[in-house]
């Protein structure tokens, strides 16, 4: 299948975000500069364990604290969760966690692991929201903890990083012409831009396909986090990791549909990070078979 053009331009980005904010927004957000090497590179980290869930799909919650443990660790090059945490946010911080409730949600036993290890961290557990939704008032929040589970979707290709803050917009429907190629536009709102710490991806059990409804065909438990501080970098390799599951299915290339513009122009056109796989280094931990990466 040819790949479809991106025709979202840069006089959408300047109608959509505030005049006086671009030149920063061009030049990409402190956090994002921050995270990525010397050589502009991205670095996505994948942690996996083949037995994080059982046979009837049940979550093991020590195997999964275990996970988000390393994740931490990996992402952050501390020595232990706590150090990892406060080297990204403040005790004093509000901090909204942001997972995905629909089609593929979030495990609550993630969500609720997160939340433990805030608050062991020195976190007041009064200042960690809930901070999915259209009415969340995102204001009084000052840090932000994206999570949201990896699926394809089928009005944006993939529905997990860059998608995962449009109700943020107050109108989502806008956001769905030109194949969603303008959801990137959400991270540079006033209330949204630099607040993302950490963007902590739930690839327990991805969706391959993309919907409507949830067919439980193309849900298979692959067993890892992805995470990292670049979201076009993890939404590119969370692409990557679903079309090979596609191929492998259907034993030949399968390209979601529609294509997944929105990540290329996340990069492109609203700079939040890379979306070339050259450019991005994946590091793996744990289980290594069928990573797909």
Known sequence: ???????????????????????????????????????????????????????????????????????????????????????????????????????????????????????????????IVHAQGRSVDLAPLTALICMPGLKAHWLTGIGTVIKNYILYSGAPRNYHHQDSARLGEIWNLPQVKGKTKLVLVDALRPVCDKGPQFDPRYRWPYGGLIAGFDPVAIDAVGLKIIEAKRAELRGEPWPVSPPAVCVEAADKVYRLGNSDLSRIDIKAFGWKENALV
């Open 1 to 127: 299948m040819k790949k479809k053009s991106i025709v979202v331009t840069r006089r959408d980005f300047i109608r959509g975000t505030a005049g006086a904010a671009l030149g920063a927004a061009l030049l990409g957000p402190q956090w994002l500069r921050a995270a990525t090497t010397a050589g502009g590179r991205s670095v996505v980290l994948i942690v996996r364990d083949e037995k994080v869930m059982d046979a009837e799909f049940n979550v093991d919650r020590r195997i999964l604290a275990a996970m988000l443990e390393r994740v931490l660790l990996q992402a952050t090059g501390k020595e232990d969760a706590r150090a990892a945490w406060l080297s990204l946010l403040k005790p004093t911080d509000v901090i909204g966690l942001v997972p995905t409730p629909l089609m593929n949600p979030t495990h609550e036993e993630l969500i609720d692991l997160v939340r433990e290890s805030l608050v062991a961290a020195g976190v007041p557990a009064a200042n």
